[in-house]
């Protein structure tokens, strides 16, 4: 009897599990399929749903939501966004032949906005819009925002329609933002924005904490952060820290905005201000262990800096042979750290090739590094023989020593020292670059 009654206790907490009321259905009919399969999917990529069509083109997809998430519904190339709730049954139809224009659900009133919002997104000249003179730019911007605002009366959700409502107003500060930097790249002319142009701090609480759990959220506010000019001579990196540690009361986002614009700045080309850098982020971060790791990447690469020993790596050639940097002093040494999988990397190949021909009677020896790895050795050794690639090739097997040393975020990194085995620049033109060339006639 004891036995009996634990399996019943074990299928009772089995069947608890996953409420049936928490199902979602969703089922339809395709006119005019042109695949015979639909899908949803969802945002982090795991658990997406396929079904199969019927003969008739109906489909219908069952699964258990544990919370409200938006997801995509996918028919052959072409994909929209729902907005679904557990327990939620919905019905829709389509005809792919006109995808967004014929799709209608029903039982979703939020997957409906989302259709009808991407339709009158779609409308939109944004190109035309940015062209135009401030005040009716601004004009413009607020007249689509209201015709957007006015979708959302179709009997929504509050916690869909309150997150829809930050949306579209987050989307048009950001049109707002960027429109001096749009205007001046599309009418190649300078403007200056009135004083008035548009309080972002009166519109926005940049302390509400949901700015570090949207991605969106934490997107715009990181963008109007760095888009600031506080100080008159200071740089854009030290005006955004200055701005930041002035207008934001929450410790918790201004320690997260912080580390992403040391972070941003460091992954940059040019970190000529790293020290002024580092005590601005010092004088704005609160926690201990992130002030002494950023401390101590900035020492790491400060030692990369123009005039410092270079730092020695040693691998084999292609033909097995060790060699290092030092093993070049007394010539400036070129060096290009690149992988065969990298499409930039390759396109830089004939540029390169030229480069070393047109300078092989000066000084300057030509080196390539592979990060490719170890597997893909042959590869790297048919490539050389295929793009008849010239110069001192190294086979690096992987992301190693001379990424950690060097800070390399990214390929093709190129390089440059001098006959003596200093850095001249870490992270120098690419061959394709004009500038490089500039720079070699400057040496010889």
Avoid at 310 to 333: C, H, M, Q, W
Avoid at 356 to 385: A, G, P, R
Wanted: glycine share 4%; charged share 25%.
């Amino acid at each position: 009897m004891k036995k009996l009654i634990y399996i019943l206790l074990i299928c009772l907490a089995i069947s608890c599990q996953n409420n049936p009321s928490e199902n979602v259905i969703i089922s339809g009919k395709i006119t005019n399929s042109v695949s015979e399969t639909v899908s949803i999917l969802f945002r982090d990529g795991a658990n997406n749903m396929t079904d199969s069509l019927s003969e008739s083109t109906n489909f219908k997809i069952e699964f258990y939501l544990e919370k409200a998430q938006y997801v995509s519904f996918k028919h052959g190339p072409e994909t929209t966004a729902m907005y679904i709730k557990p327990g939620d049954n919905i019905q829709l139809t389509i005809d792919p032949n006109k995808f967004d224009e014929t799709i209608f659900y029903t039982g979703s009133n939020a997957s409906n906005f989302l259709a009808k919002k991407y339709l009158l997104d779609e409308k939109l000249d944004r190109r035309a819009l940015y062209s135009l003179p401030e005040k009716e730019f601004l004009r413009g911007v607020n007249k689509i925002e209201k015709d957007f605002y006015a979708l959302l009366n179709l009997g929504l959700d509050e916690t869909f329609k309150k997150n829809e409502e930050k949306s579209i107003w987050r989307e048009w500060a950001t049109a707002k933002l960027n429109y001096q930097s749009y205007h001046e790249s599309i009418s190649d002319s300078s403007i200056i924005l009135s004083d008035n142009y548009f309080d972002f701090i009166a519109e926005i609480d940049v302390n509400d904490p949901i700015h570090l759990e949207n991605y969106d959220s934490f997107n715009f506010l990181k963008t109007y952060v760095m888009s600031q000019k506080t100080s008159q001579g200071k740089s854009h990196i030290l005006n955004s820290f200055e701005f930041l540690s002035t207008n934001f009361e929450s410790q918790k986002t201004t320690d997260t905005i912080a580390t992403v614009l040391i972070k941003n700045y460091l992954d940059g080309d040019d970190i000529s201000e790293i020290e002024e850098v580092l005590i601005a982020f010092k004088k704005t971060h609160s926690n201990p262990t992130m002030v002494s790791e950023m401390t101590k990447l900035v020492g790491a690469m400060t030692l990369l800096n123009t005039g410092n020993p270079a730092i020695d790596f040693t691998y084999p050639d292609k033909n097995g042979e060790e060699r290092s940097l030092s093993d070049f002093k007394g010539s400036y040494v070129y060096v290009d750290v690149w992988a065969t999988w990298c499409g930039p990397c390759k396109r830089e190949i004939p540029d390169l090739i030229k480069l070393e021909k047109d300078y092989h009677d000066k000084n300057i020896v030509f080196m390539s590094v592979s990060v490719d790895e170890e597997n893909d050795h042959q590869t790297w050794l048919d490539m050389i023989e295929e793009k008849q690639l010239g110069g001192v090739q190294l086979f690096a097997a992987g992301w190693s020593k001379i990424v950690n040393d060097y800070h390399i975020k990214g390929i093709p990194r190129f390089m440059l020292f001098d006959p003596q085995g200093n850095i001249l620049d870490t992270k120098a033109p690419r061959p394709s670059d004009p500038l490089t060339r500039v720079i070699f006639e400057q040496l010889f």
